[in-house]
C-alpha cells in the first residue's frame, strides 16, 4: 500500500504536470525553441533517454515495457519501435492526451496503451523492463524504495530508474533555482544519496531478486540526474542472504560504458558482493554534499 506522503506527492505532481506547467513542458519535449537553461535540460533529457534506452534489447518484439510516469511519450514511442508492446501511464490526463497526439506510426509489431494513473497500479499487470524517467525524482527516498520494489513485483526482466543525486553542485542549482518564475517551480525535487537509496532498498524484500547492474550520471547544464538499472538475478537469493546485490568486485559503474550499442542484459557480469558491505559512495558519486535540487522539469 502507497505511503501517505508517497500518496500526497503524487497529487501535488498531478497538480504541477496537469495545471502549472503543462504548456512548459510541452514546448521543453517538443522541438520548439527554448531558452539556453532550458536547452540544457533538454539535451540532458535526450542523453537520459538515451542511456535508457541503451540499457534494453535493441529488439523488444513480444516484450510488455512499463513507461511509468510517460509524460508526453518520447521514451515509449522508442521503445515501441523496437517492437516493445509498452505499457504508459501518467497522472496527467493533459500529458497523456500530449502523448496520443504526438503519437507518430509505428512500424511493426510494437504498440503503446496509454493510461491514466499511479504507475503502480496492481491491474497493469506484469513486465518484461519497467523504465520511470525523472518520474520517481520528487519522492522521498522511502517511498522511491517502496515504488521500486511494487514495480520489482511485477518485472521479469529489468527496472531502470532516475534519482537526483545529493552533490554539493546541486547546492549551487538549488539557489539558482530562484531564476525560474516561481509559477514554472515544480514541487522540490528530492535529493538521494546512493547509499541512503541502497539502503532503504535493502529492507525491500520485493527487491531481493534483483541485481543493482549499474549506473550512469548525465550531468548537462541544469540537468543533473543518476540513471540506475536493477536487473532480476536468476535464481534469487535465499533468505538471510545478502540482498540487493552489485556488479562483482565493483561498486557503482558506468553501466553505459559497457558499450551503448550492447544492451545491458549480455553484458552483466555474475553477481557477487552483497549491497551492504558496499562502502560509502565517495562525494563524486553523490555520497557527499548539502541537499539540494537538481532537474527543473
Ligand atoms: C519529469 S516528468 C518525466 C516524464 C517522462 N518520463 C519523461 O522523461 O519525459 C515526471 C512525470 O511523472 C509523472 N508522475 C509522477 N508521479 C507519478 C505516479 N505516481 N504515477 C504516474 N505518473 C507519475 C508526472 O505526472 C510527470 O509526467
Same mark, same amino acid.
Given at each position: ?11 501535488? !505532481? ?32 535526450? %542523453? ?48 497523456? #492526451? ?14 503503446? #496503451? ?19 524517467? #525523472? ?40 539557489? %539558482? ?80 560504458? !559497457? ?16 549491497? !551492504? ?21
Amino acid at each position: 500500500m502507497a505511503s501517505a506522503s508517497y500518496e500526497s506527492r503524487r497529487g501535488e !505532481l498531478t497538480t504541477y504536470f496537469d495545471r502549472t506547467a503543462v504548456e512548459a513542458w510541452s514546448r521543453l519535449t517538443s522541438d520548439a525553441p527554448v531558452s539556453r537553461i532550458r536547452a540544457t535540460v533538454r539535451a540532458g533529457r535526450d %542523453a537520459m533517454r538515451a542511456t535508457l534506452l541503451s540499457w534494453l534489447p535493441t529488439d523488444m518484439t513480444g516484450l510488455r515495457l512499463l513507461d511509468a510516469g510517460c509524460g508526453t511519450g518520447a521514451l515509449s514511442v522508442e521503445a515501441a519501435r523496437r517492437g516493445a508492446e509498452v505499457v504508459a501511464i501518467d497522472v496527467s490526463p493533459t500529458l497523456v #492526451d500530449l502523448a496520443r497526439e504526438r503519437l507518430p506510426a509505428i512500424p511493426g509489431p510494437g504498440g503503446i #496503451d496509454f493510461r491514466v494513473g499511479d504507475m503502480l497500479d496492481p491491474g497493469l499487470g506484469r513486465f518484461d523492463h519497467v523504465v520511470a524517467m #525523472d518520474s520517481l525524482i520528487h519522492y522521498r527516498a522511502a517511498d522511491i524504495a517502496r515504488a521500486l520494489a511494487v514495480l520489482g513485483a511485477r518485472t521479469d526482466g529489468s527496472v531502470l530508474f532516475t534519482v537526483a543525486p545529493r552533490t554539493a553542485l546541486l547546492t549551487v542549482m538549488h539557489a %539558482a533555482g530562484k531564476f525560474f518564475p516561481r509559477g514554472d517551480r515544480s514541487p522540490a525535487i528530492v535529493p538521494v544519496t546512493e547509499g541512503g537509496l541502497r539502503r532503504r532498498m535493502s529492507s525491500e524484500r520485493a527487491l531481493d531478486g534483483f541485481a543493482w547492474a549499474g549506473s550512469h550520471r548525465i550531468n548537462s547544464g541544469f540537468y543533473l540526474s543518476n540513471a540506475i538499472a536493477l536487473t532480476r538475478s536468476s535464481p534469487p537469493p535465499s533468505a538471510g542472504e545478502g540482498t540487493l546485490r552489485s556488479r562483482g568486485g565493483e561498486g557503482q559503474r558506468d553501466v553505459a560504458g !559497457l558499450g551503448s550499442e550492447r544492451d545491458l542484459f549480455g553484458t552483466v557480469a555474475p553477481l557477487s558482493r552483497p549491497l !551492504l558491505t558496499q562502502g560509502p559512495p565517495s562525494p563524486a558519486e553523490g555520497g557527499g554534499g548539502a541537499a539540494a535540487t537538481g532537474v527543473r522539469s
